[in-house]
């Protein structure tokens, strides 16, 4: 065994990192350890719903930690209590389980559509999900996942998942067996590139769902938390979904997730589900600070204006560069560019002082602070628009 030599070594290599150490954040704004400050479009993968270490969610974390850390799983504490009280009174849901990240709630949703259909379906156990759809890095989840570079990883996968095509409603019924137990989607595909399953289609869904008794799951890790302009994105498609999951956002940089499921799913029980740090108060502080936020009606008014002009902006440069489509809802948007130059635009831009991410190669994907403002919407779109004008988007392909 060799020891790392330089403190980069020491951390297990799992994906691509610019050099840079970050230091510092401060609402759309990241500095590192050379005092260089980023305009952040990223903000930790759409987890930052309010910036960096909002004065909100630090208060909060700084006063609960003086109060108490952690009592146990097995024990309730003010501040779940409070999260689930307010998360339920604010959605169509009636009870929470809080996990530590997206993948543990999608995990915890999985295991509950498989005790419903053991109680409630002779043992179906089977969840038809989609082509392109990302619920998560456990193994469950993977196998949930419709990534294509998933697929001949970490073999053999979690039975019981089968792929339906998203928006087409026929690709879904024809998956239905009697083992089906619960459909389950992300209601715009985040990590795929920002694909969006219209409204008329989540309706059919539900119509479909209900007629055959399964459950419908909703995956809001990424759309949840005010991203697309509603608290929730199953809202707009004035539908009611039977579980959902939250993560990313729902802490405000900390880790948090949930399961939340309707009284007739809740079908946990005892020795089912649990965690060590599941509802652990700390954590959950910091969500009952972000959720007083964002709920706030003049707050996702806000949200809807702004993805609006983001998307404006968006299409206008398209239009400069003679790139695609804008796509996507609220502040969660995604711009085409027909070609495989979006890293050489990430490279770039990173130069530059801005954050942005590329889910595909020919794809840039905008996930800022929920209360990013207009200038700061400006000066990232001139970034980009100065990019494309020095290259012209042709000469960036790789
Ligand atoms: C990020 C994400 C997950 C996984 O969340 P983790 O906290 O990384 O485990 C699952 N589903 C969707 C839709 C996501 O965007």
């Known amino acids: 065994m060799t020891n790392a030599t330089h403190p980069y070594d020491a951390l297990m290599d799992i994906t ?15 500095w590192d350890d050379s005092r260089k400050r980023y305009l952040d479009f990223v903000q930790g993968w759409a987890v930052n719903c309010l910036g960096h270490s909002p004065p909100a969610v630090a208060d909060a974390l700084a006063a609960q930690a003086r109060r108490l850390l952690t009592p146990s799983p097995a024990f309730y504490n003010g501040p779940s209590l409070q999260l689930a009280q307010a998360l339920v009174e604010k959605s169509c849901f009636d009870q929470v389980f809080f996990a530590n990240s997206g993948a543990e709630a999608n995990e915890g949703a999985i295991k509950l559509a498989r005790k419903y259909g053991s ?32 697929e001949p990883l970490f073999e053999p996968k979690v039975a019981g998942f089968k792929k339906a095509v998203l928006n087409d409603i026929a690709s879904v019924e024809s998956l239905i067996t009697d083992n089906t137990v619960a459909v389950m989607l992300e209601p715009i595909q985040g990590e795929s590139g920002v694909w969006q399953a219209t409204d008329q289609f989540l ?30 994105h199953y809202e707009h498609a004035g539908i009611a979904p039977d579980i959902m999951t939250l993560g990313k956002g729902i802490g405000g940089g900390v880790p948090l997730a949930a399961l939340l499921a309707t009284e007739k799913a809740a079908c ?14 700390i954590m959950c502080a910091a969500g009952v600070a972000v959720l007083e936020e964002i709920a706030k009606p003049e707050f996702l008014r806000n949200v809807a204006d702004t993805g609006l002009l983001l998307e404006s902006e968006l299409q206008k440069v398209s239009a400069r560069h003679g790139l695609g489509e804008v ?23 990173f130069e530059a002082g801005v954050l942005l991410n590329a889910p595909q ?17 400006g000066e990232m779109v001139d970034c980009l628009d100065a990019i494309l004008t020095k290259a012209g988007a ?5």
Not at 16 to 30: I, M, N
Not at 123 to 137: D, L, V
Not at 327 to 349: M, T
Request: glycine share 14%; net charge positive; no cysteine.
């Open 327 to 349: 796509r996507g809802r609220g502040l969660l948007l995604a711009l085409d560019l027909k070609l495989p130059i979006a890293q050489a635009i990430v490279a770039q831009a």
């Open 268 to 281: 946990f029980e005892h020795g089912d589900q649990g965690g060590t740090f599941s509802g652990n108060p």
């Open 119 to 150: 109680l409630h379906k002779g043992g179906a156990f089977e969840i038809i999900t989609f082509a392109g759809g990302f619920h998560g890095r456990t193994l469950a989840t993977m196998s949930a996942s419709g990534k294509k570079a998933f």
């Open 394 to 398: 042709a000469r960036l392909v790789a």
């Open 361 to 377: 190669p020919d794809a840039l994907r905008f996930m800022p602070a929920l209360n990013v403002t207009r200038a700061e919407i």
């Open 16 to 30: 691509a990192r610019p050099k840079a150490v970050f230091v510092r954040g401060a609402g759309s704004y990241l």
């Open 203 to 232: 309706q059919q869904l539900r119509a479909l769902t209900e007629a055959h008794g399964l459950l419908l799951i909703f995956d809001e890790i990424q759309t949840g938390m005010g991203r697309t302009g509603k608290l929730f």
